[in-house]
């Protein structure tokens, strides 16, 4: 029962352990700046998720990283976010299997824990294990199985050789460089008696056999998803970073520089990450040990030969590829730490049980917590000092795109990234939902994209550095700010298109627009119908079309004419204005729309028309869509209606703007509704100017010449509907009277009208006007 609760107690503190680990790496995931590797594999893994193969065939050696990437759906919202918190999960089985080890190799839970604490936050591990890299995770599958060969060699246990075949496939797929830990199994076969060697062999190529399999077996698979040898890829395949194969080819003298720069980035990192007393306390482990000692030579082995290796692959060694030697690392320093104080006198080994992990710890926290809340003032080794505040612009590149996801947090339409040459595309695309987001090089960017991005209401931002573009020429842009790189030399700007200049809004009406030269007879029939005595304002959008018809209307000087809305994308506030002024001579207006649906989706133009003037009708020359308009008007006369057509709409008054008509002229009339009760039917309205029984004109329209459908009516909303009604010039003069009523659009019948005295009829029939 005491060693149940033991346990018990044991495994509740492993487990706080690994949640504080979790914790510390999961916290302000962001505030880390993209390396360009991490750039590199969310976008081969987003390729994958894809189904598509354009990755590197063997992408460096990382294959199955990829693969488990994906499974996160890199694609979507945040893919830096989710990766990184994907590599922070997974690697959660290195803080596991660094407390599983120490306690199976050295009998110690104290030491177990207090290898969990140090793994924690040990400022190597947390730097590395928030970065979307294979190390990390190779290290977690790797480490893991090395605590169950561990079991395997000294139990024989099937299932726990079954795992940890598997785990080292997996370590091994997701970094081939992990071929190391087939070693592990057979170094602790050395430090087991020889009497169990023999028993320990089969074990081991049990293990070796197992691997062999799973890893054949997941790559077949796979085999669907290899990839390509694309010959854009610079990276392809498996390959060394320096010196092998055969060790610099012979070469006795560059290999032992080699190993000198090696040592020196050893030296580097160790205070930063590690500390000189981590790396003490490991050094003198096997000497504290005595009856563990064979245990803790087979780690001092796997840490030896792990560095060795990875002394002959580069210039310096990138601190990541020493990612296999941290969990034997920090297993020997924690038994240690723990066994340390015992070597003292009595009156001494509380002090020194107490002094000692503080001397050692702090200063792995205090790193730490500026690793995770302000990078740009923790220590750092070389190559990640230099790759932060270096030529990758990473840091800028994160506070810009961190501005634009702030900027667009509620934005109903997705932005478009314009990243200049020289900043790493995949960097900036790595913060975006690239299932949303357009993220894309300024050189295959060009002036249509911009218009169609304008148009569809699209901010569009251009990411670049403080090299002025040449290649965006033409287009407006306000900046939003500069973000300065770590190094103080260089920095990224920040800007927003706002528009196009003259020129490039010419290219953009031909490219988005019917020509109008291709339609010049539409527009000639079109002048030809033209009254040559009547005064005619003659509004065209888009503004393009005056370049065909100026030169037909140099003889119509009756004629007005006036380009609208030339701005890309519209700018409503400015057209609104122009309008305004070109309508307030109350001419009779028309408007020459060409394909106006590719510039003003929203009808907007139409929309102020039919709002501030009195539609008339409306008229196809082939392409050409032309709207006549009377101009604005005073109200004379108000008809009072309170008329209610079914349980949703209540005529409340009529304004007459004209009292007497001549024949052959127009009359302007305004329809006051207001909407009581939602409906989903649409009607239109008909509006009839009858003497006795014969009608002399009339209007049928959906409301505001069809853009306001009662099924779009709010509840206790006022609908101005107004219009004008041509009179035949053949009308017979007299005293006519109005009557308005509704008929459905799909069945054609008509509405009841209800009076205010609660009679129905079928329509309402009120006020009276002049024809003479």
């Known amino acids: 029962m005491r060693k149940s609760s033991r346990q018990?107690?044991?495994?509740?503190?492993?487990?706080?352990?690994?949640?504080?680990?979790?914790?510390?790496?999961?916290?302000?995931?962001?505030?880390?700046?993209?390396?360009?590797?991490?750039?590199?594999?969310?976008?081969?893994?987003?390729?994958?998720?894809?189904?598509?193969?354009?990755y590197p065939l063997f992408v460096d050696g990382k294959y199955l990283m990829i693969a488990i990437l994906a499974q996160f759906k890199v694609w979507g919202p945040s893919p830096l976010w989710v990766g990184r918190a994907a590599v922070v999960i997974l690697s959660s089985l290195s803080c596991a299997a660094c407390i599983a080890l120490a306690k199976m190799l050295f009998r110690s839970p104290q030491s177990a824990l207090c290898a969990g604490i140090i793994y924690a936050c040990l400022p190597y591990a947390v730097l590395h294990e928030?970065?979307?890299?294979?190390?990390?995770?190779?290290?977690?599958?790797?480490?893991?199985?090395?605590?169950?060969?561990?079991?395997?060699?000294?139990?024989?246990?099937?299932?726990?050789?079954?795992?940890?075949?598997?785990?080292?496939?997996?370590?091994?797929?997701?970094?081939?460089?992990?071929?190391?830990?087939?070693?592990?199994?057979?170094?602790?076969?050395?430090?087991?008696?020889?009497?169990?060697?023999?028993?320990?062999?089969?074990?081991?190529?049990?293990?070796?056999?197992?691997?062999?399999?799973?890893?054949?077996?997941?790559?077949?698979?796979?085999?669907?998803?290899w990839g390509k040898n694309d010959p854009?890829?610079?990276?392809?395949?498996?390959?060394?970073?320096?010196?092998?194969?055969?060790?610099?080819?012979?070469?006795?003298?560059?290999?032992?520089?080699?190993?000198?720069?090696?040592?020196?980035?050893?030296?580097?990192?160790?205070?930063?990450?590690f500390s000189w007393g981590i790396v003490a306390l490991a050094a003198a482990a096997w000497a504290i040990l005595r009856s563990r000692g064979a245990a803790a030579l087979s780690l001092y082995v796997v840490i030896v030969l792990s560095t060795f290796l990875f002394a002959n692959i580069a210039t310096y060694v990138p601190p990541r590829y020493l990612q296999i030697a941290v969990v034997p690392l920090v297993a020997l320093a924690a038994v240690s730490l723990i066994r340390l104080p015992n070597l003292f006198p009595d009156r001494y080994r509380f002090a020194v049980s107490i002094a000692l992990p503080l001397i050692v710890i702090t200063p792995l926290m205090t790193n730490t917590a500026l690793i995770t809340y302000a990078p740009h003032k923790a220590r750092l080794a070389y190559l990640e000092r230099e790759a932060l505040s270096g030529g990758f612009m990473?840091?800028?590149?994160?506070?810009?795109?961190?501005?634009?996801?702030?900027?667009?947090?509620?934005?109903?339409?997705?932005?478009?990234?314009?990243?200049?040459?020289?900043?790493?595309?995949?960097?900036?695309?790595?913060?975006f939902d690239r299932s949303r987001i357009d993220v894309r090089e300024e050189a295959s960017t060009f002036l249509p994209d911009m218009g169609r991005w304008l148009f569809d209401r699209q901010n569009i931002y251009i990411v670049d550095q403080n090299v002025p573009s040449d290649h965006l020429s033409g287009v407006f842009t306000e900046e939003l700010g500069q973000y300065w790189q770590l190094n103080g030399k260089d920095f990224v700007r920040l800007r927003r298109v706002t528009g196009v200049d003259t020129a490039s809004r010419a290219k953009l009406y031909r490219d988005f627009f019917i020509p109008p030269e291709k339609v010049s007879q539409n527009y000639q029939n079109f002048v030809n119908d033209l009254p040559s005595d009547t005064p005619i304002t003659l509004l065209v959008y888009p503004p393009n079309q005056i370049e065909q018809l100026a030169p037909m209307l140099s003889t119509y000087h009756q004629v007005r004419l006036q380009p609208l809305g030339d701005s890309w994308p519209l700018d409503v506030a400015e057209v609104q204005r122009e309008l305004g002024l070109m309508t307030a001579k109350g001419d009779r207006i028309k408007i020459v729309f060409l394909d106006e649906a590719k510039g003003d989706p929203r009808k907007q133009i139409e929309t102020w028309l039919n709002s501030n003037l009195f539609w008339l009708d409306e008229q196809w020359y082939g392409s050409l869509r032309v709207m006549t308009f009377a101009g604005k008007g005073s109200t004379s006369k108000t008809i009072t209606a309170k008329v209610r057509w079914g349980d949703f709409a209540?005529?409340?008054?009529?304004?007459?703007?004209?009292?007497?008509?001549?024949?052959?002229?127009?009359?302007?009339?305004?329809?006051?509704?207001?909407?009581?009760?939602?409906?989903?039917?649409?009607?239109?309205?008909?509006?009839?100017?009858?003497?006795?029984?014969?009608?002399?004109?009339?209007?049928?329209?959906?409301?505001?010449?069809?853009?306001?459908?009662?099924?779009?009516?709010?509840?206790?909303?006022?609908?101005?509907?107004?219009?004008?009604?041509?009179?035949?010039?053949?009308?017979?003069?007299?005293?006519?009277?109005f009557r308005v009523g509704l008929y459905g659009v799909s069945d054609q019948q008509r509405l009841p009208a209800v009076l205010p005295d609660g009679s129905t009829m079928e329509f309402f029939v009120g006020g009276t006007i002049a024809i003479r």
């Open 8 to 54: 018990q107690r044991f495994l509740l503190a492993s487990a706080l352990i690994l949640i504080f680990a979790f914790w510390v790496r999961i916290d302000n995931l962001y505030g880390l700046p993209i390396f360009v590797d991490e750039a590199d594999h969310l976008l081969w893994a987003q390729r994958f998720s894809l189904n598509d193969p354009t």
């Open 130 to 225: 928030r970065q979307v890299m294979a190390d990390p995770l190779s290290a977690s599958f790797g480490s893991l199985s090395l605590v169950l060969s561990i079991i395997v060699m000294k139990s024989g246990r099937w299932r726990s050789a079954l795992a940890a075949s598997l785990l080292l496939s997996l370590a091994i797929l997701t970094k081939f460089f992990s071929l190391l830990y087939l070693l592990f199994p057979l170094l602790i076969l050395f430090s087991s008696p020889f009497r169990q060697w023999r028993q320990g062999v089969k074990r081991y190529s049990f293990i070796i056999a197992l691997t062999v399999f799973f890893s054949a077996l997941i790559l077949a698979g796979l085999f669907p998803l």
């Open 650 to 737: 209540v005529l409340e008054a009529i304004d007459m703007m004209d009292l007497d008509v001549a024949r052959g002229d127009i009359l302007r009339l305004r329809l006051v509704w207001r909407a009581v009760a939602p409906t989903a039917q649409s009607f239109k309205v008909f509006t009839h100017v009858f003497l006795g029984s014969s009608i002399s004109a009339q209007h049928d329209s959906i409301p505001l010449n069809g853009l306001r459908p009662t099924s779009g009516w709010q509840v206790g909303e006022t609908i101005f509907d107004q219009f004008a009604i041509q009179i035949p010039s053949g009308a017979s003069a007299g005293i006519y009277q």
């Open 394 to 431: 990473n840091s800028a590149v994160r506070d810009a795109s961190l501005e634009i996801l702030k900027r667009e947090s509620n934005s109903k339409f997705p932005p478009v990234i314009i990243v200049k040459d020289g900043i790493h595309i995949s960097s900036v695309a790595a913060y």
């Open 232 to 273: 854009t890829w610079v990276g392809q395949g498996v390959r060394y970073v320096g010196c092998p194969p055969l060790l610099c080819a012979g070469d006795l003298n560059r290999q032992m520089e080699l190993l000198r720069y090696a040592l020196e980035s050893f030296a580097d990192m160790t205070p930063p990450y």
